[in-house]
């Protein structure tokens, strides 16, 4: 099950991040998941 998560961060890095998430074909949310798994464990 997904749920919502609100974050407040930079425009110039968001810009940067989705870039980046669109060079690997991914998504911010699929990359700030990959991200909170890895830091999770």
Same mark, same amino acid.
């Given at each position: 099950?997904k749920a919502? @998560?609100?974050l407040t961060?930079?425009? #110039? @890095? @968001?810009?940067? %991040?989705? *870039? =980046?998430a669109a #060079?690997?074909?991914?998504? %911010?949310?699929?990359? %700030?998941?990959? =991200?909170?798994?890895?830091? *999770? *464990?």
């Amino acid at each position: 099950m997904k749920a919502k @998560l609100n974050l407040t961060i930079d425009k #110039q @890095l @968001l810009t940067e %991040v989705k *870039a =980046y998430a669109a #060079q690997k074909h991914s998504s %911010v949310s699929e990359l %700030v998941e990959g =991200y909170f798994k890895i830091s *999770a *464990a």
